[in-house]
Each structure stands twice: as structure tokens, then as C-alpha cells.
């Protein structure tokens, strides 16, 4: 069955400090995979989302991420984290040939100390 | 502007009662989704649905029911079999294809 593994449960960053969040999934076939984030009491919103081609896909408010099929990841990153930045994101994946299904990690809570 | 309404925002269940959640979109999406959210444990399925009139259970389906009458109108009833529905619920729907889904606001459901 797939799944997805996000390792760290809470990081902490200064601002303007690099920031890289760590996702480890597990899928037979080509994976399409996404970035979601949701700040306190809201929705989700896609900050990004590979499919195929390009293994470096950028994402909306300076996100990118990195699809290395030989490591099963995709890892998020940011060069200098802003204050605004402080979420909670979520890697998921595509599941059920057919359903779109997503099958999400359990998340990684970001602070900001500025 | 196009988008994911749910309502209402805060919801408050009494022991043995039925609540319904509402999910409406207008963005003329195919598929839509109903997910449970607890602090640490990530989104789970609960149900969706790809076309009117059918829906499949997901991970979590029980204590839960849902209908899809119209295309855009995907509402959730916590029933009373469900005995610890305190949670964040999130509705969400997709295009055809292998686009992305997209997310309401959410609806907090709390037990009196």
C-alpha cells in the first residue's frame, strides 16, 4: 500500500534561514506527488506538484522541491524562510489508479523565530 | 471567484444527534473529496465521489454517509454511530484527470 512519511513532526528556523522539509513516500508506479500547507484553522493550499519530467519543480511563494526517484523522496525547500512561512505542510500522493486518492503524511509544523 | 464553500464553520454535535456538513463548489469539478483531520495524524479519506449519484467509502467511512444529487453539492452527515467525531473536517474537489485537489476552509465539529 502507499504511503508517505514526513520525519520531522516540528521544525524550527530563523528567518532568512534555508529551509528544507523532508518527504519519503512509497509507490509501485510513477508517483504524482504534492506540497499542500494550512495555516492555523484553514484549508489546504498546493504550493506545488510534480507529475513527470523536470525533477526540480518550483511552487508558489519561492517553494521548490526535488523528485529523486532513487531515494523515494521530495523533499520541500526554501531559500530564506519568511516570518509568513510559520504552517503546518503536508507532502501527499496519488493513490488508486483511476481515483486520485491522496494519501497524505502526517505533516511538519514550521516555526519562525524572527 | 471560484472556489470550495463549506459550511458552517463551527459546528457543535449533541449526544446522539446528526449533523450535516456542507460542501458546495462552483469551480465545475467531476470528482469530490470529504477528509478528517486530527492534530498529528495528516488528512484521512472519508468518502468521494467521482461522478453524481456514486460515491465510494475511503479509509474511514464508518459513522459516516454521504449523497452527491447535484455536481456541485457533496454534504456529510456525522451520524450518531460515530463516536468520536470531534475533528477538522476538509472538503475538496478535483477536475478530470490527474490534476490537482483543491480545499475549502474546513469545518470544526465539536462535541456538547
Known amino acids: 500500500a502507499q504511503s508517505v512519511t514526513q520525519p520531522d513532526i516540528h521544525i524550527t528556523v530563523s528567518e532568512g534561514a534555508s529551509l528544507e522539509l523532508r518527504c519519503n513516500y512509497s509507490y509501485g508506479a510513477t508517483p504524482y506527488l504534492f506540497w499542500y500547507v494550512q495555516s492555523p484553522g484553514q484549508g489546504l493550499q498546493l504550493l506545488l506538484k510534480?507529475?513527470?519530467?523536470?525533477?526540480l519543480v518550483q511552487g508558489i511563494k519561492g517553494f521548490e522541491a526535488e523528485f529523486k526517484r532513487s531515494q523515494s523522496s521530495f523533499n520541500l525547500r526554501k531559500p530564506s524562510v519568511h516570518w509568513s512561512d510559520a504552517a503546518e505542510y503536508f507532502c501527499?500522493?496519488?493513490?488508486?489508479?483511476?481515483?486520485?486518492?491522496?494519501?497524505f503524511g502526517k505533516g511538519t509544523k514550521l516555526s519562525v523565530i524572527p | 471567484d471560484g472556489g470550495i464553500t463549506q459550511s458552517p464553520k463551527y459546528l457543535f454535535r449533541k449526544e446522539g444527534q446528526n449533523v450535516t456538513l456542507s460542501c458546495e463548489q462552483n469551480?465545475?469539478?467531476?470528482?469530490m473529496y470529504w477528509y478528517r483531520q486530527d492534530p498529528g495524524q495528516g488528512l484521512r479519506l472519508i468518502y468521494y465521489s467521482q461522478i453524481v449519484n456514486d460515491f465510494q467509502k475511503g479509509d474511514i467511512a464508518e459513522g459516516y454517509s454521504v449523497s452527491r444529487e447535484k455536481k456541485e453539492s457533496f454534504p456529510l452527515t456525522v451520524t450518531s454511530a460515530q463516536k468520536n467525531p470531534t475533528a477538522f473536517y476538509l472538503c475538496?474537489?478535483?477536475?478530470?484527470?490527474?490534476?490537482?485537489?483543491?480545499f475549502g476552509d474546513g469545518t470544526r465539529l465539536s462535541i456538547l
Open positions: 510534480y507529475f513527470s519530467g523536470d525533477t
Open positions: 501527499a500522493v496519488y493513490s488508486g489508479a483511476g481515483s486520485y486518492q491522496l494519501t
Open positions: 469551480l465545475n469539478h467531476d470528482a
Open positions: 475538496a474537489s478535483k477536475d478530470r484527470g490527474s490534476g490537482p485537489q483543491h
